[in-house]
């Protein structure tokens, strides 16, 4: 067990048997948020599972939590055995490996698939069902040319009142919800074939 923030990253970084992280919000030296960050900016600990443990019940730090990385958020005062039940839970969903297949990344925009929530930095971006649906198909093949006929047989699942001007409509209000965070230069329309979600730098 560690007493701070540094000795817990030292630690993580020495002992490769380590399996899961118990973190509280609240530490000496810095914030549980902040070391989370660390964390899943650090290989090989991207993908280590961590719960949240804290006193923080509000709504808005919960999503924050999530929003950060955290694979579960558990509030003080809490039941040991559900802890453990927990504990439990998520160590069987890894178990084998640490890839999470219900969360996407690009760059610093991540989607997590179970909980339909889009984060940049923390923040929570608000955007309807078929605009989470889009952007994670395309954060799913982030490099590829997807022409519109593909897009809507895997975002519409081939509905044929659907058509191919819908597919323009929503990647215009996708490019909208990423244009605050500058993000709206990766998705480009690429003539007579598409759009890609750009895989590259940028100048």
């Known amino acids: 067990m560690a007493e701070n923030g540094m000795q817990a990253l030292k630690l993580l970084m020495s002992d490769s048997s380590i399996d899961l992280v118990l973190l ?3 530490l000496p030296d810095t914030s549980g948020i902040k070391l989370l960050a660390q964390i899943r900016q650090t290989k090989p600990l991207e993908s280590l599972p961590v719960i949240m443990l804290t006193a923080k019940a509000e709504e808005g730090d919960v999503l924050r ?3 950060m990385g955290v694979d579960d958020y558990v509030t003080k005062p809490f039941s040991p055995k559900e802890l453990v039940m927990r504990i439990q839970a998520l160590l069987k969903r890894t178990k084998g490996g640490n890839d999470d297949k219900s ?4 760059r610093e925009l991540n989607a997590d698939l179970e909980s ?3 984060v940049f930095k923390g923040k929570v971006i608000k955007c309807g069902r078929l605009e989470f649906k889009l952007i994670t198909y395309l954060m799913k093949h982030a490099g ?3 022409s519109r ?3 809507l047989d895997h975002v519409w699942n081939a509905d044929k009142e659907i058509t191919e001007r819908t597919v323009d409509v929503h990647i215009a209000r996708v490019r909208k919800l990423l244009a605050p965070f500058h993000y709206d230069i990766y998705l480009r329309a690429i003539r007579g074939e598409g759009y890609q979600l750009i895989n590259q730098e940028l100048v």
Request: hydrophobic letters at 45%; proline letters at 0%.
């Open 65 to 67: 939590g999530f929003g």
């Open 144 to 146: 590829k040319t997807l």
């Open 24 to 26: 509280d919000w609240m």
């Open 149 to 151: 006929e593909r897009i």
């Open 103 to 106: 969360k996407l990344t690009f």
């Open 116 to 118: 339909h929530l889009l």
